[in-house]
């Protein structure tokens, strides 16, 4: 499934997770989660630019495995990993 990372610097602000300076970072799914579809997540993929934070300390890669809501509501926005 599609993904992108977005990160985030200390004040807030969006920045590029290559860019360094990242204080936080989340895996965003391109597409709706399908309810009770089991997922892995991978963030900071070998394959991808590093994330690095203010120091130059790289995030090492980080696998989760998850399921979709098994019971989404009518209205609910798409899932966030």
């Given at each position: 499934?599609?993904?992108?990372?977005?990160?985030?610097?200390?004040?807030g602000?969006?920045?590029?997770?290559?860019?360094?300076?990242?204080?936080?970072?989340r895996?965003?799914?391109?597409?709706?989660?399908m309810?009770?579809?089991?997922?892995?997540?991978?963030?900071a993929?070998p394959?991808?630019?590093?994330?690095?934070?203010?120091?130059?300390?790289?995030?090492?890669?980080?696998?989760?495995n998850?399921r979709?809501?098994?019971?989404?509501?009518?209205?609910?926005?798409?899932?966030?990993?």
């Amino acid at each position: 499934m599609p993904t992108v990372e977005r990160c985030r610097e200390a004040t807030g602000a969006e920045v590029a997770c290559a860019a360094g300076g990242v204080s936080s970072a989340r895996l965003v799914s391109n597409e709706p989660l399908m309810p009770g579809q089991h997922y892995e997540a991978i963030l900071a993929a070998p394959a991808a630019p590093p994330i690095a934070d203010a120091a130059g300390n790289r995030l090492a890669p980080l696998t989760r495995n998850l399921r979709g809501w098994q019971y989404p509501e009518q209205d609910s926005p798409r899932g966030d990993l």
